[in-house]
């Protein structure tokens, strides 16, 4: 019995400890942050404005996500389902064929933040895209484990990693 007792002890103690180091860490990292990634595609700018532009067809694409349905107009409001976690974001700024803002529309979430898609033209039929996050996270330990352990920049490859299998194989280029 006094065994059992040593190890449950033992492991709040450890949990107790990865927690506060997981506060203390998240209280050192910024409350915002902006993460961005840059990608060439052999296609055409409007190609690849119609892959971002389009949301209801990204479930196509992007396989974590299991529908995106518009629930509301002006502005427009979509809600994604990702196998029952379902997110809002609301179109904030669209500028059609060069600029997309999509900024979440939850005030209940921990997380807050908005993606920018950057569209242009790179050459005959190449088209760039500059995939940027801004990201508030009030909670320390979820700011932790979202900037510490996480790391935001890796949601955003992976979102451009996706975006290949409609577009064909995308070249990430260095940050300036």
Do not use: H
């Amino acid at each position: 019995m006094m065994r059992w007792i040593k190890f449950t002890l033992g492991a709040l103690a450890a949990a107790s400890a990865a927690f506060g180091f997981g506060w203390v860490r998240g209280g050192q990292l910024p409350e915002t942050r902006v993460t961005s990634v840059t990608a060439m595609f052999n296609c055409a700018p409007e190609t690849l404005w119609d892959l971002v532009d389009q949301l209801e067809k990204q479930p196509t694409w992007k396989s974590s996500m299991i529908s995106s349905t518009l629930v509301s107009t002006d502005p427009d409001v979509w809600e994604e389902d990702y196998d029952g976690t379902k997110i809002r974001l609301k179109t904030t700024e669209r500028v059609v064929g060069e600029k997309l803002v999509r900024t979440l529309d939850d005030p209940g979430l921990p997380y807050q933040g908005s993606w920018t898609y950057a569209v242009s033209s790179a050459g005959e039929n190449k088209a760039q895209l500059i995939l940027t996050e801004t990201s508030s996270i009030e909670n320390k330990f979820v700011r932790f484990i979202a900037q510490g352990i996480l790391g935001l920049e890796d949601s955003l490859k992976e979102t451009i990693s996706e975006m290949q299998t409609k577009l064909g194989p995308a070249k990430f280029l260095p940050k300036p």
